[in-house]
Protein backbone atom coordinates (compact mmCIF):
# COMPACT_ATOMS: atom_id res chain seq x y z
CA UNK A 1 0.00 0.00 0.00
CA UNK A 2 2.08 2.87 -1.10
CA UNK A 3 -0.49 6.24 -0.61
CA UNK A 4 -3.19 7.24 1.75
CA UNK A 5 -6.28 9.16 1.56
CA UNK A 6 -8.10 12.21 2.18
CA UNK A 7 -11.87 13.00 2.68
CA UNK A 8 -12.72 16.02 1.97
CA UNK A 9 -16.52 17.09 2.48
CA UNK A 10 -19.19 18.06 0.06
CA UNK A 11 -22.23 18.31 1.92
CA UNK A 12 -22.94 17.58 5.09
CA UNK A 13 -23.59 13.82 4.23
CA UNK A 14 -21.41 13.72 1.22
CA UNK A 15 -18.28 12.52 1.57
CA UNK A 16 -15.48 12.77 -1.05
CA UNK A 17 -12.04 10.39 -1.02
CA UNK A 18 -9.14 10.27 -3.62
CA UNK A 19 -6.79 7.57 -3.42
CA UNK A 20 -3.78 7.88 -5.63
CA UNK A 21 -1.57 4.65 -6.86
CA UNK A 22 0.85 5.65 -9.78
CA UNK A 23 0.71 1.25 -10.73
CA UNK A 24 -2.67 1.65 -11.49
CA UNK A 25 -3.45 2.11 -15.40
CA UNK A 26 -7.12 2.96 -14.92
CA UNK A 27 -9.25 5.36 -13.45
CA UNK A 28 -12.50 4.08 -10.71
CA UNK A 29 -15.09 6.06 -9.16
CA UNK A 30 -17.91 4.04 -6.75
CA UNK A 31 -20.37 5.81 -5.11
CA UNK A 32 -21.73 4.18 -2.24
CA UNK A 33 -25.07 5.26 -1.01
CA UNK A 34 -26.20 4.12 2.73
CA UNK A 35 -29.58 3.46 4.43
CA UNK A 36 -31.23 1.54 6.95
CA UNK A 37 -32.51 -1.70 5.60
CA UNK A 38 -36.57 -1.76 5.28
CA UNK A 39 -39.15 -4.12 4.19
CA UNK A 40 -40.40 -1.09 2.90
CA UNK A 41 -37.58 0.22 0.33
CA UNK A 42 -35.01 -2.70 0.01
CA UNK A 43 -36.43 -4.31 -2.98
CA UNK A 44 -37.23 -1.04 -4.75
CA UNK A 45 -33.75 0.39 -3.98
CA UNK A 46 -31.40 -2.74 -5.48
CA UNK A 47 -33.65 -2.64 -8.66
CA UNK A 48 -33.48 1.39 -8.93
CA UNK A 49 -29.50 0.74 -8.96
CA UNK A 50 -29.70 -1.96 -11.43
CA UNK A 51 -31.42 0.20 -13.60
CA UNK A 52 -30.13 3.83 -13.26
CA UNK A 53 -26.56 1.69 -14.62
CA UNK A 54 -27.95 0.28 -17.53
CA UNK A 55 -29.57 3.41 -19.62
CA UNK A 56 -30.29 7.40 -18.85
CA UNK A 57 -32.18 9.95 -20.46
CA UNK A 58 -29.18 10.33 -22.72
CA UNK A 59 -28.68 6.49 -23.50
CA UNK A 60 -32.12 5.40 -22.99
CA UNK A 61 -31.77 1.68 -23.98
CA UNK A 62 -29.09 -1.08 -22.39
CA UNK A 63 -28.11 -1.30 -26.24
CA UNK A 64 -27.15 2.04 -26.64
CA UNK A 65 -25.42 2.74 -23.31
CA UNK A 66 -23.60 -0.74 -23.76
CA UNK A 67 -22.60 0.98 -27.36
CA UNK A 68 -21.10 4.28 -25.70
CA UNK A 69 -19.35 1.98 -23.07
CA UNK A 70 -17.82 0.02 -25.91
CA UNK A 71 -16.34 3.42 -27.57
CA UNK A 72 -14.85 4.13 -24.25
CA UNK A 73 -12.27 1.47 -24.29
CA UNK A 74 -14.98 -1.17 -23.18
CA UNK A 75 -15.20 0.83 -19.89
CA UNK A 76 -17.11 -0.66 -16.77
CA UNK A 77 -20.81 0.96 -15.44
CA UNK A 78 -22.19 -1.18 -13.04
CA UNK A 79 -23.98 -1.38 -9.71
CA UNK A 80 -23.86 -3.74 -6.82
CA UNK A 81 -25.63 -4.31 -3.87
CA UNK A 82 -25.05 -5.81 -0.23
CA UNK A 83 -25.44 -5.57 3.32
CA UNK A 84 -23.49 -4.20 5.79
CA UNK A 85 -25.42 -4.76 9.52
CA UNK A 86 -28.18 -2.92 9.59
CA UNK A 87 -27.81 -0.98 6.86
CA UNK A 88 -27.93 -1.72 2.90
CA UNK A 89 -25.14 -0.43 0.35
CA UNK A 90 -25.80 0.35 -2.43
CA UNK A 91 -22.51 0.88 -5.13
CA UNK A 92 -22.53 2.70 -8.25
CA UNK A 93 -19.26 1.99 -10.08
CA UNK A 94 -17.71 3.07 -13.05
CA UNK A 95 -13.53 2.84 -14.28
CA UNK A 96 -11.93 3.03 -17.69
CA UNK A 97 -8.55 3.15 -18.36
CA UNK A 98 -6.28 6.25 -17.68
CA UNK A 99 -6.64 8.74 -20.40
CA UNK A 100 -2.72 8.66 -20.98
CA UNK A 101 -3.65 5.32 -22.22
CA UNK A 102 -6.35 6.21 -24.75
CA UNK A 103 -5.15 6.48 -28.80
CA UNK A 104 -5.31 9.85 -28.59
CA UNK A 105 -4.92 10.74 -24.60
CA UNK A 106 -8.77 11.98 -25.27
CA UNK A 107 -10.58 12.80 -21.67
CA UNK A 108 -12.22 8.93 -21.44
CA UNK A 109 -12.90 9.50 -17.73
CA UNK A 110 -14.52 12.77 -18.11
CA UNK A 111 -16.14 11.20 -20.97
CA UNK A 112 -17.34 8.32 -18.44
CA UNK A 113 -17.92 10.34 -15.18
CA UNK A 114 -20.29 12.50 -17.40
CA UNK A 115 -22.82 9.52 -18.22
CA UNK A 116 -22.67 8.07 -14.58
CA UNK A 117 -23.67 11.45 -13.39
CA UNK A 118 -26.49 11.30 -16.26
CA UNK A 119 -27.58 8.01 -14.84
CA UNK A 120 -27.86 9.12 -11.24
CA UNK A 121 -29.23 12.56 -11.87
CA UNK A 122 -31.05 12.50 -15.15
CA UNK A 123 -32.66 9.02 -15.17
CA UNK A 124 -33.94 6.51 -17.66
CA UNK A 125 -37.73 8.25 -16.94
CA UNK A 126 -40.54 10.12 -17.45
CA UNK A 127 -43.86 11.58 -15.69
CA UNK A 128 -42.07 10.32 -12.26
CA UNK A 129 -41.45 6.73 -13.56
CA UNK A 130 -38.89 4.73 -14.85
CA UNK A 131 -39.41 3.53 -18.83
CA UNK A 132 -41.66 0.52 -18.35
CA UNK A 133 -39.50 -1.86 -20.88
CA UNK A 134 -36.31 -1.31 -19.19
CA UNK A 135 -37.92 -1.46 -15.75
CA UNK A 136 -39.76 -4.96 -16.59
CA UNK A 137 -36.27 -6.34 -17.48
CA UNK A 138 -34.49 -5.58 -14.85
CA UNK A 139 -37.33 -6.42 -12.39
CA UNK A 140 -37.39 -10.08 -14.10
CA UNK A 141 -33.48 -10.25 -13.26
CA UNK A 142 -34.20 -9.15 -9.63
CA UNK A 143 -36.34 -11.54 -9.45
CA UNK A 144 -34.78 -14.12 -10.71
CA UNK A 145 -31.76 -13.18 -8.29
CA UNK A 146 -33.97 -13.60 -5.14
CA UNK A 147 -35.47 -17.44 -6.22
CA UNK A 148 -31.16 -18.00 -6.76
CA UNK A 149 -30.79 -17.39 -3.45
CA UNK A 150 -31.32 -20.84 -2.20
CA UNK A 151 -29.43 -22.65 -4.95
CA UNK A 152 -26.27 -21.57 -3.42
CA UNK A 153 -27.02 -23.50 -0.39
CA UNK A 154 -24.06 -23.10 2.18
CA UNK A 155 -25.18 -19.06 1.64
CA UNK A 156 -28.78 -19.45 2.24
CA UNK A 157 -28.29 -21.79 5.41
CA UNK A 158 -26.55 -18.74 6.30
CA UNK A 159 -28.79 -16.23 5.58
CA UNK A 160 -31.70 -18.14 6.95
CA UNK A 161 -29.43 -18.50 10.48
CA UNK A 162 -29.58 -14.48 10.10
CA UNK A 163 -33.30 -14.44 9.96
CA UNK A 164 -33.57 -15.73 13.12
CA UNK A 165 -30.25 -14.47 15.03
CA UNK A 166 -31.45 -10.72 14.14
CA UNK A 167 -34.96 -11.37 14.58
CA UNK A 168 -36.34 -8.03 14.89
CA UNK A 169 -33.46 -6.09 13.76
CA UNK A 170 -32.95 -4.87 10.27
CA UNK A 171 -30.31 -6.95 9.30
CA UNK A 172 -32.76 -10.13 9.41
CA UNK A 173 -33.12 -8.66 5.94
CA UNK A 174 -31.83 -9.68 2.38
CA UNK A 175 -30.18 -6.89 0.64
CA UNK A 176 -32.04 -7.75 -2.21
CA UNK A 177 -35.50 -7.78 -0.12
CA UNK A 178 -37.86 -10.03 -0.84
CA UNK A 179 -39.98 -12.15 -4.01
CA UNK A 180 -42.95 -10.69 -2.64
CA UNK A 181 -41.58 -7.50 -1.77
CA UNK A 182 -40.36 -7.14 -5.65
CA UNK A 183 -43.52 -8.44 -7.54
CA UNK A 184 -45.90 -5.40 -6.36
CA UNK A 185 -42.94 -2.95 -7.94
CA UNK A 186 -43.55 -0.41 -10.48
CA UNK A 187 -42.22 1.91 -12.38
CA UNK A 188 -43.47 4.76 -9.99
CA UNK A 189 -42.47 3.10 -6.79
CA UNK A 190 -39.11 2.64 -7.81
CA UNK A 191 -38.52 5.78 -9.50
CA UNK A 192 -39.73 7.50 -5.83
CA UNK A 193 -37.45 5.04 -3.86
CA UNK A 194 -34.53 6.25 -5.98
CA UNK A 195 -35.23 9.95 -5.08
CA UNK A 196 -35.51 9.27 -1.68
CA UNK A 197 -32.29 7.20 -1.59
CA UNK A 198 -30.45 10.42 -3.17
CA UNK A 199 -32.03 13.18 -0.78
CA UNK A 200 -31.57 11.36 2.32
CA UNK A 201 -29.05 8.38 2.46
CA UNK A 202 -25.38 9.22 3.36
CA UNK A 203 -23.07 9.10 0.44
CA UNK A 204 -19.20 8.22 -0.17
CA UNK A 205 -17.50 8.76 -3.62
CA UNK A 206 -14.00 6.88 -3.85
CA UNK A 207 -12.32 8.01 -6.59
CA UNK A 208 -9.13 5.41 -7.10
CA UNK A 209 -6.34 6.27 -10.10
CA UNK A 210 -2.55 7.13 -10.84
CA UNK A 211 -2.63 10.87 -10.51
CA UNK A 212 -4.48 13.40 -9.18
CA UNK A 213 -7.72 14.79 -11.07
CA UNK A 214 -8.37 18.38 -8.78
CA UNK A 215 -11.10 19.02 -10.72
CA UNK A 216 -13.37 16.05 -10.14
CA UNK A 217 -14.29 17.21 -6.34
CA UNK A 218 -15.52 20.55 -7.59
CA UNK A 219 -17.75 18.36 -10.38
CA UNK A 220 -19.05 16.32 -8.11
CA UNK A 221 -19.74 19.49 -5.76
CA UNK A 222 -21.40 21.07 -8.55
CA UNK A 223 -23.54 17.75 -10.00
CA UNK A 224 -24.90 16.76 -6.47
CA UNK A 225 -25.59 20.42 -5.70
CA UNK A 226 -28.82 19.44 -7.51
CA UNK A 227 -30.09 17.36 -4.66
CA UNK A 228 -32.43 18.77 -1.96
CA UNK A 229 -29.90 19.96 1.15
CA UNK A 230 -31.56 17.58 4.15
CA UNK A 231 -29.54 16.94 7.07
CA UNK A 232 -27.37 14.14 7.74
CA UNK A 233 -29.03 11.06 9.50
CA UNK A 234 -27.16 9.66 12.54
CA UNK A 235 -25.99 6.18 10.82
CA UNK A 236 -25.11 3.29 12.32
CA UNK A 237 -22.52 1.36 10.90
CA UNK A 238 -21.79 -0.92 13.53
CA UNK A 239 -25.26 -2.18 15.61
CA UNK A 240 -24.05 -5.18 18.02
CA UNK A 241 -27.03 -7.46 18.16
CA UNK A 242 -27.79 -8.96 21.66
CA UNK A 243 -28.38 -12.78 22.78
CA UNK A 244 -31.22 -14.34 23.26
CA UNK A 245 -31.54 -15.61 26.92
CA UNK A 246 -31.83 -19.24 25.55
CA UNK A 247 -30.52 -20.56 22.11
CA UNK A 248 -33.20 -21.21 19.13
CA UNK A 249 -32.72 -24.20 16.86
CA UNK A 250 -34.34 -23.86 13.63
CA UNK A 251 -34.84 -26.79 10.68
CA UNK A 252 -35.65 -27.01 7.56
CA UNK A 253 -36.28 -29.69 5.44
CA UNK A 254 -34.57 -29.40 1.67
CA UNK A 255 -34.32 -31.89 -1.07
CA UNK A 256 -30.22 -31.42 -0.69
CA UNK A 257 -27.56 -35.18 -0.39
CA UNK A 258 -25.75 -32.91 2.04
CA UNK A 259 -26.80 -31.28 5.68
CA UNK A 260 -25.81 -28.09 6.78
CA UNK A 261 -25.42 -26.84 10.19
CA UNK A 262 -24.68 -23.04 11.29
CA UNK A 263 -24.04 -22.32 14.75
CA UNK A 264 -24.22 -18.38 16.01
CA UNK A 265 -22.71 -16.90 18.53
CA UNK A 266 -23.16 -13.25 20.16
CA UNK A 267 -20.12 -11.24 21.84
CA UNK A 268 -20.49 -8.22 23.77
CA UNK A 269 -16.77 -8.01 23.58
CA UNK A 270 -15.72 -4.45 22.54
CA UNK A 271 -12.29 -5.95 21.39
CA UNK A 272 -12.40 -6.53 17.79
CA UNK A 273 -8.84 -7.58 17.87
CA UNK A 274 -8.74 -10.24 19.81
CA UNK A 275 -12.49 -11.60 18.58
CA UNK A 276 -11.23 -11.47 15.06
CA UNK A 277 -8.55 -13.21 16.06
CA UNK A 278 -10.02 -15.82 18.33
CA UNK A 279 -12.51 -16.33 15.69
CA UNK A 280 -9.35 -17.22 13.02
CA UNK A 281 -7.63 -19.85 15.55
CA UNK A 282 -11.11 -21.32 15.61
CA UNK A 283 -12.30 -21.88 12.42
CA UNK A 284 -10.20 -19.37 9.86
CA UNK A 285 -7.17 -21.44 8.45
CA UNK A 286 -6.23 -24.77 6.95
CA UNK A 287 -4.47 -25.05 11.02
CA UNK A 288 -7.40 -23.90 13.19
CA UNK A 289 -9.22 -25.92 15.67
CA UNK A 290 -12.05 -26.79 13.46
CA UNK A 291 -10.62 -28.04 10.57
CA UNK A 292 -7.47 -29.85 12.03
CA UNK A 293 -10.18 -31.70 14.34
CA UNK A 294 -13.50 -31.59 13.65
CA UNK A 295 -13.08 -31.89 10.09
CA UNK A 296 -9.95 -33.69 9.89
CA UNK A 297 -9.59 -36.16 12.93
CA UNK A 298 -12.66 -36.49 13.77
CA UNK A 299 -14.29 -36.59 9.88
CA UNK A 300 -17.32 -35.40 10.92
CA UNK A 301 -18.03 -32.79 8.57
CA UNK A 302 -17.33 -31.92 4.81
CA UNK A 303 -16.08 -28.31 6.15
CA UNK A 304 -16.58 -26.54 9.00
CA UNK A 305 -15.32 -22.72 9.65
CA UNK A 306 -16.04 -19.62 11.25
CA UNK A 307 -16.52 -16.28 10.75
CA UNK A 308 -16.59 -13.04 12.49
CA UNK A 309 -19.41 -10.67 11.66
CA UNK A 310 -18.19 -6.89 13.49
CA UNK A 311 -20.76 -5.14 12.37
CA UNK A 312 -23.15 -7.51 14.56
CA UNK A 313 -20.91 -8.79 16.99
CA UNK A 314 -21.79 -12.09 15.53
CA UNK A 315 -19.49 -15.23 15.24
CA UNK A 316 -20.78 -17.95 12.64
CA UNK A 317 -19.25 -21.78 12.29
CA UNK A 318 -21.22 -23.30 9.50
CA UNK A 319 -20.80 -26.84 8.02
CA UNK A 320 -21.33 -29.52 5.79
CA UNK A 321 -22.60 -32.90 7.36
CA UNK A 322 -24.25 -35.67 7.00
CA UNK A 323 -27.44 -36.45 9.09
CA UNK A 324 -26.45 -38.83 11.62
CA UNK A 325 -23.63 -36.65 12.69
CA UNK A 326 -25.36 -33.30 13.36
CA UNK A 327 -25.32 -34.23 17.42
CA UNK A 328 -21.79 -34.95 17.51
CA UNK A 329 -20.49 -32.03 15.45
CA UNK A 330 -22.53 -29.68 17.50
CA UNK A 331 -20.98 -31.31 20.74
CA UNK A 332 -17.57 -31.36 19.11
CA UNK A 333 -17.70 -27.60 17.70
CA UNK A 334 -18.43 -26.60 21.32
CA UNK A 335 -15.79 -28.31 22.78
CA UNK A 336 -13.08 -26.90 20.51
CA UNK A 337 -14.82 -23.16 21.65
CA UNK A 338 -14.13 -24.43 25.11
CA UNK A 339 -10.74 -25.48 24.47
CA UNK A 340 -10.25 -22.09 23.47
CA UNK A 341 -11.54 -20.85 26.83
CA UNK A 342 -9.35 -22.87 28.66
CA UNK A 343 -6.21 -21.57 26.80
CA UNK A 344 -5.72 -24.23 24.50
CA UNK A 345 -4.00 -22.08 21.69
CA UNK A 346 -0.84 -24.00 20.42
CA UNK A 347 2.10 -22.13 18.53
CA UNK A 348 1.39 -22.79 15.09
CA UNK A 349 -2.32 -21.96 15.82
CA UNK A 350 -1.58 -18.48 16.44
CA UNK A 351 1.04 -18.08 13.62
CA UNK A 352 -1.53 -19.64 11.48
CA UNK A 353 -4.08 -16.86 11.84
CA UNK A 354 -1.70 -13.97 12.22
CA UNK A 355 -0.16 -14.75 8.86
CA UNK A 356 -3.72 -15.27 7.63
CA UNK A 357 -4.10 -11.36 8.60
CA UNK A 358 -0.80 -10.50 7.43
CA UNK A 359 -1.56 -12.15 3.99
CA UNK A 360 -4.78 -9.78 4.15
CA UNK A 361 -3.08 -6.50 4.94
CA UNK A 362 -0.91 -7.27 2.19
CA UNK A 363 -3.33 -7.95 -0.04
CA UNK A 364 -4.93 -3.92 0.07
CA UNK A 365 -4.09 -2.14 -2.30
CA UNK A 366 -3.36 -4.60 -4.99
CA UNK A 367 -6.93 -3.70 -6.41
CA UNK A 368 -8.70 -0.31 -6.73
CA UNK A 369 -11.70 -1.85 -5.09
CA UNK A 370 -9.43 -3.20 -2.01
CA UNK A 371 -8.57 0.52 -1.35
CA UNK A 372 -11.94 1.22 -1.67
CA UNK A 373 -12.98 -1.65 1.01
CA UNK A 374 -10.17 -0.71 3.56
CA UNK A 375 -10.74 3.11 3.59
CA UNK A 376 -14.57 2.89 3.66
CA UNK A 377 -14.11 0.23 6.46
CA UNK A 378 -11.61 2.80 8.50
CA UNK A 379 -14.24 5.38 7.68
CA UNK A 380 -17.24 3.31 9.55
CA UNK A 381 -14.94 2.38 12.10
CA UNK A 382 -14.17 6.09 12.95
CA UNK A 383 -10.37 5.24 12.40
CA UNK A 384 -7.85 6.09 10.02
CA UNK A 385 -5.23 3.33 10.68
CA UNK A 386 -2.82 1.87 7.84
CA UNK A 387 -2.83 -1.95 7.38
CA UNK A 388 0.87 -2.32 8.83
CA UNK A 389 -0.88 -0.84 11.96
CA UNK A 390 -3.78 -2.72 11.94
CA UNK A 391 -1.49 -5.63 11.76
CA UNK A 392 0.39 -4.74 14.52
CA UNK A 393 -2.95 -4.26 16.61
CA UNK A 394 -3.78 -8.03 16.29
CA UNK A 395 0.24 -8.97 16.80
CA UNK A 396 -0.66 -7.29 20.63
CA UNK A 397 -3.23 -9.49 21.17
CA UNK A 398 -2.37 -11.60 24.48
CA UNK A 399 -3.20 -15.04 25.41
CA UNK A 400 -5.54 -13.79 28.00
CA UNK A 401 -7.45 -11.71 25.61
CA UNK A 402 -8.16 -14.60 23.25
CA UNK A 403 -9.55 -16.80 26.17
CA UNK A 404 -11.76 -14.05 27.39
CA UNK A 405 -13.33 -13.69 23.71
CA UNK A 406 -13.98 -17.09 23.56
CA UNK A 407 -15.58 -16.90 27.02
CA UNK A 408 -18.18 -13.67 26.04
CA UNK A 409 -19.80 -16.43 23.50
CA UNK A 410 -23.07 -16.94 23.96
CA UNK A 411 -24.52 -19.34 21.74
CA UNK A 412 -27.79 -17.55 20.24
CA UNK A 413 -28.91 -19.73 17.23
CA UNK A 414 -28.37 -23.01 15.60
CA UNK A 415 -29.81 -23.82 12.08
CA UNK A 416 -29.88 -26.95 10.56
CA UNK A 417 -30.78 -27.63 6.88
CA UNK A 418 -32.17 -31.55 6.80
CA UNK A 419 -31.87 -33.80 3.81
CA UNK A 420 -35.23 -34.33 2.81
CA UNK A 421 -36.70 -37.72 2.02
Not at 256 to 272: F, I, S
Amino acid sequence: MTTASKRIPISERIGYSEILDPKFKTNALKICFFQPLSKETTAACALASDLVTSSSKAYPTNAVMSQKLHLLYGADLGSSVSKQGDLQLITLRASAIADRYALEQEPVFDTLLEILLGCILEPNAKDGAFQETEFAIKKEELLANIDAEINEKRQYAIQQTGKTAYQGEPAALSCYGTREDAEVLTPEFVYTAFQNLLQTAQIEIFFVGPEARPELVGRLREAFAALPTTPAKNIAYYTPSPAKTESVTVREALPVNQCKMVMAWKTANPDRYAVKLMALILGGTPSSKLFANVREKMSLCYYCAANYIETKQTMLVDCGIETENIEKTKTAIAAQLDALRSGEIAEEELESALMTIHNTMQGVGDTPSSYVSWYLGQLCRGTALTPTEEEQAYRKVTTAQIMDAAKSMQLDTIYIMECKA
